[in-house]
T-cell receptor, first 112, second 112 residues
Framework: KQEVTQIPAALSVPEGENLVLNCSFT??????LQWFRQDPGKGLTSLLL?????REQTSGRLNASLDKSSGRSTLYIAASQPGDSATYLC???????????FGEGTQLTVNP | KAGVTQTPRYLIKTRGQQVTLSCSPI?????VSWYQQTPGQGLQFLFE???????NKGNFPGRFSGRQFSNSRSEMNVSTLELGDSALYLC???????????FGPGTRLTVT
């Protein structure tokens, strides 16, 4: 059974810091990995999608890497801003089917 | 392109009642998945529909059911509501497994 773990569970940083969020998964037979952002009480916003054949994806200040062999992904946020405050979730999808398995999320607070 | 829409956004029901939630996917997406999010259990997969057929099912009791129409719109139904069914219900659509899933804003269900 696929398990996804995110570390840390919560993170509080001053504005401007570069930070790294970690995600690990137990079954390396994944189709792709997706990072999401969730604001309180809202739905999930897709940030980055890394397909199994890729090693990283970038969008603006965000960079996500994927190492399938070690079962790990990191989300790097450069020059953090208060507007980045949210819960960040990583999710993997197995080789077959469209069932996303989510981690518990990292709650990020960026202080002005 | 319009995103995933879900109706209603908020719902209050009493124990024993039933409820129907609706989801309209992104145009052209044929796969619709449903997830339940609670503070204690996180995000859990309910079921996935593709071309009007249930393709995957999570570990939820039979009180939870769904269907998909020919225009890819999907509904989920929960019968005999219990207090523990109070949650944010999220719908996601995708074009293919490799291109990621995109979520709607969710329906907040409160059972009293």
């Amino acid at each position: 059974k696929q398990e996804v773990t995110q570390i840390p569970a919560a993170l509080s940083v001053p504005e401007g810091e570069n930070l790294v969020l970690n995600c690990s998964f137990t079954d390396s037979a994944i189709y792709n990995l997706q990072w999401f952002r969730q604001d309180p009480g809202k739905g999930l916003t897709s940030l980055l999608l890394i397909q199994s054949s890729q090693r990283e994806q970038t969008s603006g200040r965000l960079n996500a890497s994927l190492d399938k062999s070690s079962g790990r992904s990191t989300l790097y946020i450069a020059a953090s801003q208060p507007g980045d405050s949210a819960t960040y979730l990583c999710a993997v999808i197995k080789t077959s089917g469209s069932r996303l398995t989510f981690g518990e999320g990292t709650q990020l607070t960026v202080n002005p | 392109k319009a995103g995933v829409t879900q109706t209603p956004r908020y719902l209050i029901k009493t124990r024993g009642q039933q409820v129907t939630l609706s989801c309209s996917p992104i145009s052209g997406h044929r796969s619709v998945s449903w997830y339940q999010q609670t503070p204690g259990q996180g995000l859990q997969f309910l079921f996935e529909y593709f071309s009007e057929t249930q393709r995957n099912k999570g570990n939820f009791p039979g009180r939870f059911s769904g269907r998909q129409f020919s225009n890819s719109r999907s509904e989920m139904n929960v019968s005999t509501l219990e207090l523990g069914d109070s949650a944010l219900y999220l719908c996601a659509s995708s074009f293919t497994d490799t291109l990621g899933q995109y979520f709607g804003p969710g329906t907040r269900l409160t059972v009293t």
